[in-house]
């Protein structure tokens, strides 16, 4: 392809949320939705890109609406850390049905069905063109799939965040509700914050910040939006400093 040699970044960390994989479910996740985001990577395959993904679990389970209702947080955060395990292990397969190479790393250990997470083992996966899918969140109670993203994506040193999303990006309000609301095509971290943009949650956006790692906001339901982001064309919004 064309557009080779611009690869703009080397290694990312793709975010998905949960709620990605419902499709036109319900709950759990929807084979087609697994199946399209397979093929979005599938895309990259000649470029050479290292990929770490974390997904989050809100399409099985919430923590914080359980909490709300009166659930123990610590005992409902855990059963939505268990939910991203069972969301990594669909995209696995979904991956794998494509023919790409994955491993999934676990925070919460369950050898018979993933590996401990282990930064070098991760870092030497992503080497060898493997994608590594790192499931149970932080492995602590209190902490978001956004969190889990940001502090993963430092320890494998990626170059940037993609945060994959519903829209097309970081409005000045909810685009679904408000037609006459503004993409901004940069921000800043600190922007982000003080306006509440709701882009990751504070502790995962302090944690980019604090580390100089940029976010790049997109839309995953458009095609070809992942390798376009990796080629360097003006797609989504850019948080950074
Ligand atoms: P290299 O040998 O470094 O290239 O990596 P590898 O992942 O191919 O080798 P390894 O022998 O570590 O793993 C072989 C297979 O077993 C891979 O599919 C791993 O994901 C899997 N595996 C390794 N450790 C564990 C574990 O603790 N639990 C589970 N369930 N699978 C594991």
């Keep these: 392809m064309g557009d080779k040699n611009k690869v703009v970044y080397k290694r990312i960390l793709l975010k998905l949320s949960g709620e990605a994989l419902l499709g036109k479910q319900s709950s759990g996740v929807d084979p087609d939705v697994a199946n399209y985001i397979a093929t979005e990577i599938k895309l990259l395959a000649d470029l050479n890109v290292q990929i770490g993904i974390v997904v989050g679990g809100g399409n099985i389970f919430r923590g914080l609406e359980a909490s709300s209702k009166g659930m123990d947080r610590t005992t409902a955060d855990y059963m939505g850390m268990l939910a991203t395990v069972i969301n990594s292990l669909a995209l696995q397969s979904a991956l794998e049905m494509h ?23 991760a870092v030497r996966h992503l080497e060898k063109g493997r994608i590594v899918i790192f499931a149970g969140g932080t492995g602590n109670p209190y902490f978001t799939t956004d969190t889990a993203a940001s502090l993963r994506a430092m320890e494998i040193k990626a170059d940037v965040i993609m945060k994959a999303t519903k829209v097309d990006g970081v409005y000045d309000c909810d685009p679904v509700k408000n037609k006459a609301a503004i993409m901004f095509k940069n921000i800043k971290y600190i922007d982000v914050l003080t306006k509440n943009l709701k882009v990751m949650d504070a502790t995962a956006i302090s944690l ?9 906001v997109f839309n995953l339901q458009k095609k070809g939006n992942i390798r376009g982001v990796i080629c360097g064309k003006k797609i989504g919004t850019y948080v950074g400093e």
């Design 99 to 121: 023919g790409i190479a994955t491993r999934v790393q676990s925070s919460i250990e369950m050898r018979e069905i993933a590996e401990p997470f282990i930064q070098r083992k």
């Design 208 to 216: 980019c910040r604090d580390n100089l790692l940029p976010i790049i």
